[in-house]
C-alpha cells in the first residue's frame, strides 16, 4: 500500500516544456535583442547563452562583474563577455520554480520589456513547465550573516522552509519616501506582488546615465520616471508601493544567483545589486553559515501519478 502525501512540484526541479522566444530593447544598450527561453536537463541551473559570440555563462554569484544600475555577469575564462540586467530573468525563474532553463540572447544585455518580471513570467506561462526526476536542493541558512555600507544593510538569517523577505527603502523624494514590504517567496506571492513592479529612476538622472552610455533604452514603457513629488507615467503606478516590490524583486534575482533556492529569511534595508552580491558572497564563503539540503525526504520516490509517494 502507498500513501500519497506530497506533491511532486516542492521537491522536484522544473524546466519548460517547450522554448519560447521574444525580442525587446536592452534598458542600457538600447539595442534591439532577441532573447529565447530554452529547456534544459536536470541540474543545468541557469545559462546565459551569447549565441552571437558562443559562450555561456552560468548564473553564479562569483560571476558577477558589475552592479551599477543592474546585475552584470562575466563569462568565467572570457571576462570582456558579460551579460547584464539578469535580475528580472533569475527573479521570474525563481518566483516561479524553474529550475534548469538556458536563456539565449544575442547581444550583451537581455531586454528589458515593460521594466518588470511580469513579461518574463507570462513567457514562462506560455512554455509551460514539466517536472524532472532529479531533487530540487536548497542552501538552508544556519546562522546570521550581515553586509553593509553607508548606511544600507542586508543580511540573511535562519528561518523556515522557504525564502521569507522583509525590505524597507528610504528615498527623499516625496514620490517615493520610505516603504516597506514583508513576503514569504511562494509562487502565488511573487505572482501577485512583485512580478509586475517596475523598474524606476529620476528625471534628473537621465540626461547623466544616458551620457555616461546607460539607459539608451529607457522610456515611459519600461521604467517608472520620478520628477520630485510627481510620478510622470501617464498611467501612474501599479501599486503605491510599486518602488519597494520592485526592490524586493530585484533581491529576488540577485539572491538567485546562488545557485539554489535559499531556505532563511532576507533582512535589508536601502540595499541594492551590489550589496545583496556582498551578501551572497559573505554567505558562501563561510561553510559554517549554510548547508546544502535535498528538499525530498530519505525513502520517498516519484510515482506514475506524478506525486512524491513514500512506499509502506
Same mark, same amino acid.
Do not use: W, Y
Given at each position: 500500500?502507498?500513501?500519497?502525501?506530497?506533491?511532486?512540484?516542492?521537491?522536484?526541479?522544473?524546466?519548460?516544456? $517547450?522554448?519560447?522566444?521574444?525580442?525587446?530593447?536592452?534598458?542600457? $544598450?538600447?539595442?534591439?535583442?532577441a532573447m529565447s527561453l530554452l529547456p534544459a536537463p536536470a541540474d543545468t541551473g541557469i545559462v546565459f547563452r551569447r549565441t552571437d559570440v558562443g559562450a555561456d555563462i552560468p548564473a553564479r554569484h562569483d560571476l558577477v562583474s558589475e552592479t551599477r544600475l543592474?546585475?552584470?555577469?562575466?563569462?568565467?575564462?572570457?571576462?570582456?563577455?558579460?551579460?547584464?540586467?539578469?535580475?528580472?530573468?533569475?527573479?521570474?525563474?525563481?518566483?516561479?520554480?524553474?529550475d534548469n532553463v538556458v536563456v539565449a540572447v544575442d547581444g550583451p544585455e537581455l531586454p528589458i520589456l515593460d521594466g518588470s518580471a511580469g513579461p518574463i513570467v507570462f513567457l514562462i506561462?506560455?512554455?509551460?513547465?514539466?517536472?524532472?526526476?532529479?531533487?530540487?536542493?536548497?542552501?538552508?541558512?544556519?546562522?546570521?550573516?550581515?553586509?553593509?555600507?553607508?548606511?544600507?544593510?542586508?543580511?540573511?538569517?535562519?528561518?523556515?522552509?522557504?525564502?521569507?523577505?522583509?525590505?524597507?527603502?528610504?528615498?527623499? $523624494?516625496?514620490?517615493?519616501?520610505?516603504q516597506a514590504l514583508s513576503l514569504s517567496l511562494t509562487e502565488q506571492g511573487f505572482r501577485a506582488s512583485l512580478a509586475t513592479a517596475r523598474t524606476f529612476t529620476w528625471v534628473q538622472e537621465i540626461e547623466a546615465m544616458q551620457q555616461a552610455g546607460l539607459a539608451r533604452g529607457g522610456s515611459l514603457k519600461n521604467a517608472i520616471v520620478v520628477d520630485g513629488e510627481r510620478v510622470?507615467?501617464?498611467?501612474?503606478?501599479?501599486?503605491?508601493?510599486?518602488?519597494?516590490?520592485?526592490?524586493?524583486?530585484?533581491?529576488?534575482?540577485d539572491l538567485a544567483l546562488a545557485g539554489a533556492r535559499i531556505h532563511g529569511r532576507f533582512v535589508a534595508h536601502r540595499t541594492g545589486h551590489a550589496l545583496n552580491n556582498r551578501l551572497l558572497r559573505a554567505l558562501l564563503a563561510d561553510k559554517s553559515a549554510w548547508r546544502m539540503v535535498s528538499l525530498e525526504p530519505a525513502g520517498w520516490s516519484q510515482s506514475q501519478y506524478g506525486v512524491a509517494a513514500k512506499a509502506a
Open positions: 500500500m502507498t500513501d500519497l502525501l506530497i506533491d511532486v512540484s516542492a521537491t522536484r526541479q522544473h524546466t519548460l516544456k $517547450s522554448r519560447i522566444d521574444c525580442v525587446g530593447v536592452g534598458l542600457h $544598450s538600447g539595442a534591439k535583442v543592474c546585475t552584470q555577469l562575466s563569462h568565467p575564462d572570457r571576462r570582456d563577455v558579460h551579460v547584464r540586467t539578469v535580475e528580472h530573468v533569475m527573479a521570474a525563474l525563481a518566483g516561479t520554480g524553474i506561462d506560455c512554455a509551460g513547465r514539466v517536472a524532472q526526476a532529479a531533487p530540487r536542493q536548497a542552501i538552508e541558512v544556519l546562522k546570521t550573516v550581515q553586509v553593509s555600507h553607508d548606511g544600507a544593510s542586508a543580511e540573511l538569517r535562519p528561518g523556515g522552509p522557504t525564502l521569507d523577505l522583509a525590505l524597507t527603502i528610504d528615498f527623499p $523624494s516625496a514620490a517615493i519616501g520610505r510622470l507615467n501617464p498611467e501612474g503606478l501599479r501599486a503605491p508601493n510599486e518602488f519597494v516590490r520592485h526592490k524586493m524583486l530585484d533581491a529576488v534575482g
